[in-house]
């Protein structure tokens, strides 16, 4: 069954990365390409690696130009895709990797994003436990953020199998990729070479309720969470140290048992072996999640590290891997585990 999908935000790095994934998926077709300062450019000048697509021109981001597709990818900055969204029918697979419909709090959203709540859809991340149920058959997909991603499938199996207290503190590095294609001062190769610096610190990042709505479903009582992002001098990946303090009686065995317990059947989730640690490298241009994870006798700690390729199981291959449940496709279609070294 070939599927036609459309790409809203074909300019971006995440709808670029989209359409590279795209190209190697088995049933997908691919339909209109959209975008907004971009329309009427080539996607060849815009996305030169993409080589297949070079010929096609951007369009305007109108429901015209969308519908009459299958499947409707919104690569979207904040707040645009509902607008979007809400003139696309019922029938329509449309799959959001911007934030509009990850939170199911309308008071988080507006305390962080500043405008009204659009709704809440089934959550693309199908390893949380019930993850995959949420999105089969499924025709809205709301695409984590990268960040959330990371962080939660670092700590969920530890709150899932009752170890951890609820107050989790997670320090993550991300490449600049991960703040989008449009310029910023912050971003000039000479503020981001050869440094590394946070930023939105002391509860204030956007990421902050996604983590919080994700722990705490797993564990199924209120978990604070204290994340501070840093930005590191790389185009992808996100590596994010996270940790919890351990419930009374909890060991190193019962840690990692509880690890390999969540993840030993999980297509895209590596736990390493012990003594191995996650990197970014390992994970560049794939949908795989590197984790690894400790239990600290001495602090009473348990820390769990998980590397992703913020673009591919941080964005689009989150997407793919979520529409191919939705349709009913083999989860791993169109995806690889397989990275790009050195
Ligand atoms: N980068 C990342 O690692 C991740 C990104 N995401 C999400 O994906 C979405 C896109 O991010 P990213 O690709 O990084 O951002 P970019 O800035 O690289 O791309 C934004 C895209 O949206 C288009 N666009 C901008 N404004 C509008 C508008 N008003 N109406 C329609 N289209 C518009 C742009 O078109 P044009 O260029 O033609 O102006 C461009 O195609 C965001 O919501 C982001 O949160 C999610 C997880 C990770
Ligand atoms: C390095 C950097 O700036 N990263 C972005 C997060 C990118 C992302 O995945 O988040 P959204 O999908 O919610 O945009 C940030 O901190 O705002």
Redesign the pocket.
Same mark, same amino acid.
């Not at 695409?143 to 990268?146: R, Y």
């Given at each position: 069954m070939t599927v036609r999908a459309a790409v &809203?935000? &074909?300019?971006?790095?995440?709808?670029?990365e989209l359409l590279r994934l795209l190209l190697a998926h088995p049933e997908i077709e691919i339909g209109a390409l *959209?975008?907004? $300062?971009?329309?009427g #450019?080539s996607l060849g000048a %815009?996305q030169p690696h993409l080589l297949p697509l070079a010929d096609r021109v %951007?369009r305007e *981001?109108t429901p015209d130009v969308l519908s009459g597709h299958d499947v409707v990818f919104l &690569? %979207?900055?904040?707040g #645009?895709?509902a607008a =979007?969204a809400e003139q696309l029918g019922p029938d329509v697979l449309v799959v959001d990797?911007? &934030?509009d419909f990850r939170l199911k709090d309308a008071a988080d959203w507006e305390k962080f994003y500043g405008s009204a709540h659009a709704g809440t859809w089934p959550y693309g991340l199908p390893e949380l436990p019930g993850g995959r149920a949420a999105l089969e058959g499924s025709q809205r997909i709301a =695409?984590?953020?990268?960040y959330p991603t990371a962080a939660s499938l670092a700590l969920v199996p530890a709150y899932a199998a009752g170890l951890a207290e609820p107050e989790a503190v997670i320090v993550a590095a991300?490449g600049t $990729?991960?703040?989008?294609?449009?310029p910023k001062p912050h971003l000039l190769g000479s503020e981001v070479m050869g440094s590394m610096s946070p930023y939105g610190v002391g509860g204030v990042h956007r990421h902050t309720p996604e983590m919080i709505q994700n722990l705490g479903a797993a564990a199924g009582e209120p978990v604070t969470v204290s994340f501070t992002p840093t930005l590191a001098p790389m185009p992808r990946g996100i590596l994010a140290t996270c940790s919890a303090k351990a419930r009374d009686g909890v060991t190193a065995e019962s840690v990692r048992a509880a690890y390999e317990k969540a993840y030993g059947d999980e297509p895209f989730i590596h736990l390493l072996p012990e003594g191995q640690w996650p990197s970014t490298a390992s994970v560049y241009g794939s949908n795989a999640v590197q984790i690894q994870v400790a239990h600290d006798a001495t602090a009473h700690r348990i820390i769990a590290i998980s590397a992703i390729d913020? %673009?591919t199981k941080? *964005?689009a291959g989150g997407a793919v891997q979520s529409m191919n449940i939705a349709l009913g496709f083999p989860e791993e279609l169109g995806l690889t585990t397989i990275g790009v070294a050195p």
């Open positions: &809203a935000g &074909a300019s971006g790095y995440a709808g670029g *959209t975008g907004n $300062s971009n329309a #450019q %815009l %951007l *981001t &690569a %979207l900055p904040h #645009q895709s =979007v990797m911007g &934030a =695409v984590p953020g990268c991300s $990729s991960g703040a989008g294609k449009a913020n %673009l941080g *964005t």
